[in-house]
């Protein structure tokens, strides 16, 4: 069964920075794209960032592009979503989801950031 | 890159059928045949019924089904069940700069 669970959501204050994860388990996560999508308070679901298989290319929305990395570890089987510089307007669920066929097929159960002074 | 635009509701009595449409521009849905839709109930994470514009991943009910005309996209659930309430959204690749862009979501109500 595949399963992507994510962890490391927490509450940060507006500048600070925090690391994201998401373990794979069920299928073979180095054969995957993967990318982070987020969900913000009431809102709709918006693309954050993608990766390829080896991790070799790395693709980011323009509202993070400089400010997030995202990276994986084939070996230990997860994902991960560097965030820095944050603002308000991250405040999200953020899910980690399996590409296929230019869409995805399973995601995880989502992470809660909460971004407050 | 802006949001497809998708209508804010929707709705059905049971047994019947609603289209949700998704419009974008030549630079994402009308540009590929990579769309998908996505179901999401509350507090739920969002779930594939739809890829690459009318492709059913197995387990979806053949109820759900898609096309695209030019730059809009539909959804069509037919014989609406009551579990079919939820938010749904579309997706479309937008090229090698923006990789995806999702609709703005439909909140489909089973009257």
């Known amino acids: 069964e595949v399963q992507l669970v994510e962890s490391g959501g927490d509450l940060v204050q507006p500048g600070g920075s925090l690391r994201l994860s998401c373990a794979a388990s069920g299928f073979t996560f180095s054969t995957y794209p993967m990318h982070w999508v987020r969900q913000a308070p009431g809102k709709g679901l918006e693309y954050v960032s993608a990766?390829?298989?080896?991790?070799?290319?790395?693709f980011y929305a323009n509202s993070v592009k400089g400010r997030f990395i995202i990276s994986r570890d084939n070996s230990k089987n997860t994902l991960y979503l560097q965030m820095g510089s944050l603002r308000a307007e991250d405040m999200a669920v953020y899910y980690c989801a399996r590409a296929y066929r230019y869409s995805y097929d399973y995601w995880g159960q989502g992470t809660l950031v909460i971004v407050s002074s | 890159q802006s949001a497809l635009t998708q209508p804010p509701s929707a709705s059905g009595s049971p047994g019947q059928s609603v289209t949700i449409s998704c419009t974008g521009t030549?630079?994402?849905?009308?540009?590929?045949?990579?769309v998908s839709w996505y179901q999401q109930h509350p507090g739920k994470a969002p779930k594939l019924m739809i890829y690459e514009v009318s492709k059913r991943p197995s387990g979806v009910p053949d109820r759900f089904s898609g096309s695209k005309s030019g730059n809009t996209a539909s959804l069509t659930v037919s014989g609406l069940q009551a579990e079919d309430e939820a938010d749904y959204y579309c997706s479309s690749y937008a090229g090698s700069n923006n990789l995806r862009v999702f609709g703005t979501g439909t909140k489909v109500t089973v009257l």
């Open positions: 990766i390829s298989t080896d991790g070799g290319s790395t």
């Open positions: 030549s630079s994402d849905v009308g540009g590929y045949n990579y």
